[in-house]
Nanobody, 123 residues
Framework: QVQLVESGGGLVQPGGSLILSCAAS????????MGWYRQVPGKQRELVAA???????NYVDSVKGRFTISRDNAKNMVYLHMNSLTPEDTAVYYC?????????????????WGQGTQVTVSS
């Protein structure tokens, strides 16, 4: 069992940057892969980025070169650095814990979710 709490969302202008943070508690953080998903109304939740316990990462094509996922196992934290934001990045972003080892199409969510944080990119 793991509890996840996201923070860092907000309103940003196109071209701007945000850093999302996710604090984990309740279990051994380092045994999980961690992912960031996003969801807009009427669409399925999308895996944006993931990182294994050892630091291997993967990104959806639409954010490659703009977003960076990282984790600090000592602090039980995972981050999503988002640069060059566009209105298409507007969504609720969710932190997720997954089965370790997978980060791309092999990422498997274990069903642990945060409450989500809204990111709005607008001028």
């Amino acid at each position: 069992q793991v509890q996840l709490v996201e923070s860092g969302g907000g309103l940003v202008q196109p071209g701007g940057s945000l850093i999302l943070s996710c604090a984990a508690s309740g279990s051994i953080f380092s045994i999980y892969a961690m992912g960031w998903y996003r969801q807009v109304p009427g669409k399925q939740r999308e895996l944006v980025a993931a990182v294994t316990s050892g630091g291997r990462t993967n990104y959806v094509d639409s954010v490659k070169g703009r977003f960076t996922i990282s984790r600090d196992n000592a602090k039980n934290m995972v981050y999503l650095h988002m640069n060059s934001l566009t209105p298409e990045d507007t969504a609720v972003y969710y932190c997720n814990a997954g089965r370790n080892g997978g980060v791309g199409s092999d990422y498997v969510s274990l069903g642990y979710w945060g409450q989500g944080t809204q990111v709005t990119v607008s001028s």
